[in-house]
Every structure is written in C-alpha cells, then in structure tokens.
C-alpha cells in the first residue's frame, strides 16, 4: 500500500507527477497526464497569463 502526498490516504496505487515529482492517488491528480491537481491547476493559471499578453 501507498500514500499519496496530497491526501495522506493510504491508496492501492500512487502516480508519479511529472511535473513536482510527488505521488499523488487517482483523486488527487490525473494519472493518464501524470500531474497533480496544484501542478494541473497552475499549468491552467500559465496558459491563462500567455493569452493575456499585451
């Protein structure tokens, strides 16, 4: 068993995030993109800060 770093729930399976490098459960992230939920959430924010170029 492991556990994932966002949650701290003890989970059957943890994904690695690309992004950050920690371990993240299937509810705290997306495993087919391999990023977490902070590392999805601020990779939005960015794509969100390059359209609103002056």
């Known amino acids: 068993m492991s556990v994932?770093?966002?949650?701290?729930?003890?989970?059957d399976?943890?994904?690695r995030c690309t992004n950050c490098g920690i371990d993240f459960c299937k509810d705290?992230?997306?495993p087919r993109?391999?990023?977490c939920?902070?590392?999805m959430s601020y990779k939005v924010e960015?794509?969100?800060?390059?359209?609103?170029e002056w």
């Open 13 to 15: 399976k943890v994904y």
């Open 33 to 35: 993109n391999s990023l």
């Open 46 to 52: 960015e794509e969100t800060w390059e359209e609103e």
């Open 28 to 30: 705290c992230g997306v």
């Open 4 to 11: 994932c770093a966002r949650c701290k729930k003890v989970v």
């Open 37 to 39: 939920t902070f590392c």
